[in-house]
């Protein structure tokens, strides 16, 4: 996990296992300022991304300085150690950094990287931004760029192009050569009517062949008849073949099959103020167990004053390794003893 000050690896319980040094080494300044992905790779490395800040000359009126926002990765080694950089300055064009700003802007916020990923196979790092609404895929040993995809400008804008994705919000690397992002598909023309996000499974540009949208599924619910609309979001592929998608902007993730078919879904509510409320999810991941330190409350019945549960202690892959039931009086609570099986027990 992260915030604009630190990245952490933990356990489960909470436990520390290692922080981000954060001494500003690759920034210039007292801190790193990371943003939005952090990821361990295989190889016990860590990877996140980061900003580096500089002053210079308006693109369109070379009169005016601006401070711009450039995105930097920054891969460390278990000790803490920078063992990789890459600073999109080096690598990308000023009209890349700018397209979608004016003569008069004096804070160039770039690009908006918002994730990244890495192809193993390619050795190869691919991420999102979310402004200029493009893929950017680099190549890890020389940092030159790969590839773009979409980059939806104000020069495309002017010339009535239409984005192959909006604002996008999360991608992950498939195999075959493809890209799985979350389109929030943010038009500004609301008139258009009620507008939804998109998940894009896209195909790699190769050879003279472009990037082309190869599935495609609307984030559509009646629970927002009105549309859904707003930053975050995230798709991510299952170990069945599914998609886990986290609609950012509403209180709405679901599970979809490559058919099409929504086979589960749910929102989320916190007690706030004396009441339940909704609230939105910035991201949603997957766990193949959460065993010992997980439990989930099924089959609740009320009979009369008492609401009757089973609880159930999840161990891997969602299989029980043991329940029990109870029965809690209204406006009451108490303490549940569940006796795990030896051979978990040995585990804790």
């Not at 890495?118 to 040993?141: C, E, G, P």
């Not at 939806?152 to 799985?180: C, E, I, S, T």
């Not at 008849?225 to 170990?239: D, M, S, V």
Request: with cysteine; glycine share 8%.
């Amino acid at each position: 996990m992260l915030n604009d000050s630190l990245c952490y690896e933990t356990d489960r319980q909470g436990k520390t296992l290692w922080v981000s040094p954060n001494v500003g080494a690759v920034s210039g300044d007292e801190k790193e300022h990371y943003h939005h992905d952090f990821m361990k790779l295989d190889d016990g490395t860590y990877l996140t991304c980061s900003y580096r800040y500089e002053t210079e000359p308006n693109l369109y009126n070379p009169a005016l300085l601006c401070r711009v926002r450039y995105n930097t990765l920054i891969q460390y080694d278990p000790t803490g150690k920078i063992i990789w950089t890459w600073n999109e300055k080096d690598h990308v064009t000023r009209d890349f950094i700018f397209g979608v700003y004016q003569p008069t802007d004096t804070l160039v916020y770039g690009t908006h990287m918002n994730a990244i990923d890495y192809d193993a196979k390619n050795d190869a790092f691919v991420m999102s931004n979310r402004h200029n609404s493009s893929l950017v895929k680099i190549d890890r040993k020389t940092g030159k760029v790969i590839y773009q995809i979409g980059v939806y400008d104000n020069q495309k804008k002017a010339r009535g192009l239409q984005p192959l994705f909006l604002h996008q919000h999360g991608m992950v690397q498939l195999p075959d050569n493809k890209l799985l992002i979350y389109d929030n598909n943010v038009i500004e023309d609301r008139k258009a009517g009620p507008m939804y996000p998109r998940v894009l499974i896209i195909k790699e540009p190769q050879g003279n062949m472009p990037a082309y949208i190869d599935w495609v599924y609307e984030c559509r619910s009646d629970k927002y008849p009105k549309g859904i609309t707003g930053k975050g979001g995230y798709a991510q592929p299952l170990p069945n073949g599914n998609i886990l998608v986290c609609t950012g902007g509403a209180n709405y993730i679901f599970e979809v099959t490559p058919g099409k078919e929504v086979v589960w879904q749910c929102s989320f509510q916190k007690w706030d103020n004396g009441n339940w409320t909704d609230f939105d999810n910035y991201r949603a991941i997957s766990s193949s167990s959460l065993y010992p330190f997980a439990f989930s409350l099924q089959h609740a019945e009320r009979t009369g004053k008492n609401l009757s549960l089973v609880v159930n202690n999840e161990g891997s892959d969602g299989k029980k390794t043991t329940s029990k039931n109870i029965s809690v009086s209204q406006r009451s609570s108490q303490p549940v003893s569940i006796k795990l099986k030896k051979i978990f027990q040995e585990k804790i």
